[in-house]
């Protein structure tokens, strides 16, 4: 396991004070890389809190360049970097933030040509993606190369979130078999809710990477941030899912489990 320097013990330590935390722990989250895709008020957040944990490395993954209308929530943008590609400056944000974090930024959506290779790249994966089609390519990728997926989803003033360990829990086909109607431009979004989304999301990563505290395993959180309701929706596994299920493809894939131990 990677050793901390003293900067690092410094920087990090109102965390390790914590129960079961600790200097393992942490050493956990330095060792450990994260694929965040969808790089935006979720996945953009989300990252800013791995990046000031102290995850060792981030993936981001995002296609397009930045728009105005992004920046009532993308708060690693600047508003002169409207019509660059923001992966770029999410990257610039971190590693200003937290110069002992290594960011590496891809400036593509996700696509059925690099899901393998980035998954692969990674420990775990944080789907943050604006619409279903990443979302399905990076839940059949995790569950083929036998990676946990924290999933997490917003619309107006809506969520869910639940972390997927493939074998273990349910996957995304089994949650959502019929996928919903989302508009991947349009859709309503107030800054703080995807805000707050992206907390408890980069809180279940690091759950999971750290094995300090229990995960949403089998369990969908459902959040109404309008009326400030949080249900816990317990989740099955779909025998028969396409993806995942006893007959699912991956099950013929002779590669070794990648799943971090807890």
Known sequence: MIDLTPTELERYRRQIMLPNFGEVAQKRLKSATVLVTGVGGLGGTAALYLAVAGV??????????????????????????????????????????????????????????????????????????????????????????????????????????????????????????????????????????????ACLSALEAIKLITGFSQPLLSQLLTIDLARMEFAKRHSYRDRSCPVCGNNAPWRYLQSKSTVISQ
Not at 92 to 99: F, G, M, R, V, Y
Not at 112 to 130: G, I, R, Y
Request: glycine residues 6%.
């Open 56 to 197: 060792g490395r981030l993936i981001l993954v995002r296609g397009g360049d930045l728009r105005l209308d992004d920046m009532n929530r993308q708060i690693l943008m600047t508003h002169d970097w409207v019509g660059k590609p923001r992966v770029f400056k999410a990257k610039q944000t971190l590693e200003a933030i937290n110069p002992d974090v290594k960011v590496e930024a891809v400036h593509e959506y996700v696509t059925p040509e690099n899901v393998d290779v980035l998954v692969q790249s990674a420990d775990m994966a944080l789907d943050c993606a604006h619409n279903f089609t990443e979302r399905d390519l990076l839940n059949e990728a995790c569950v083929r190369w036998r990676k946990p997926m924290v999933e997490a989803a917003m619309d107006g003033m809506e969520a869910y979130l639940t972390t997927i360990i493939p074998g273990v829990t349910p996957c995304l086909s089994c949650l959502f078999p019929e996928k919903p109607d989302w508009d991947r431009r349009g859709f309503s979004v107030l800054g703080a809710v995807s805000g707050t989304l």
